[in-house]
Every structure is written in structure tokens, then in C-alpha cells.
């Protein structure tokens, strides 16, 4: 069982940074990081595996960085430029085993999300 706990959400306008983080519990070989805007499908943002392996959506343009501490059992993503298309609720998940990054059938474990809202 993995236990999931997500903070740092909240208002920013565009262009601020915000950094979300993780906590992570229980055995698992991948964290992914997920977003879901309103009327949309979840879509992946990033994730790291426990090798230490990044992936990264084809939208983030460099303005998203994923990383980890082994140590606090925390995995973060720093957004930097946000715009108003990166308002959303932005999930934690864990992997139990290897498989499709980006896709949300991957993940055994979620989150219950933290609201990200960039205003214009």
C-alpha cells in the first residue's frame, strides 16, 4: 500500500512559480505527477522513477522541473512561467511496476490532488 500526500497549491498569476510536493509512503517504482483542468482528461506532467529517471510532458516547454529527496520521501515539481491553461488539480500517483509513463492506467495509487489557479 502507498500512501500519497500532496500540498503547495493555491492562487498565483501568470508568470509566478509555484512549487507542489509529494509525500510518498510504501514501496513503488515510479511517481508521476498528473494534472486535470476542468472539462478535460487527467494528462501526465512528469515523473521520476526510483532510479532517478525523468520524463517530462510534451507541454512544459522547460517551465516544469521534477525532483526528489530520498531522504524526506518527497517528490516535488517546481512550476515556474505558469499560465492560465496550467490551472488544474494537480495529482500524485505511484507506480508499482514499470509501464507507460504518461498514461493514468499505469499508476496503482493516487492522490487526492491539490488545486492549482493561475490567474491573467
Known amino acids: 500500500q502507498v500512501q500519497l500526500r500532496e500540498s503547495g497549491g493555491g492562487s498565483v498569476q501568470a508568470g509566478g512559480s509555484m512549487r507542489l510536493s509529494c509525500v510518498a509512503s510504501?514501496?513503488?517504482?515510479?511517481i508521476g505527477w498528473f494534472r486535470q483542468a476542468p472539462a478535460r482528461e487527467r494528462e501526465a506532467v512528469a515523473v521520476?522513477?526510483?532510479?532517478?529517471?525523468?520524463e517530462y510532458g510534451h507541454f512544459m516547454e522547460g517551465r516544469f522541473t521534477i525532483s526528489r529527496d530520498v531522504d524526506k520521501n518527497t517528490v516535488y515539481l517546481q512550476m515556474s512561467s505558469l499560465k492560465a491553461d496550467d490551472t488544474g488539480i494537480y495529482y500524485c500517483?505511484?507506480?508499482?511496476?514499470?509501464?507507460?509513463?504518461?498514461?493514468?492506467?499505469?499508476?496503482?495509487?493516487w492522490g487526492h490532488g491539490t488545486q492549482v489557479t493561475v490567474s491573467s
Open positions: 500517483a505511484a507506480a508499482r511496476r514499470g509501464g507507460s509513463w504518461s498514461s493514468t492506467s499505469g499508476y496503482n495509487y
Open positions: 521520476v522513477t526510483k532510479n532517478g529517471n525523468l
Open positions: 510504501g514501496p513503488y517504482v515510479s
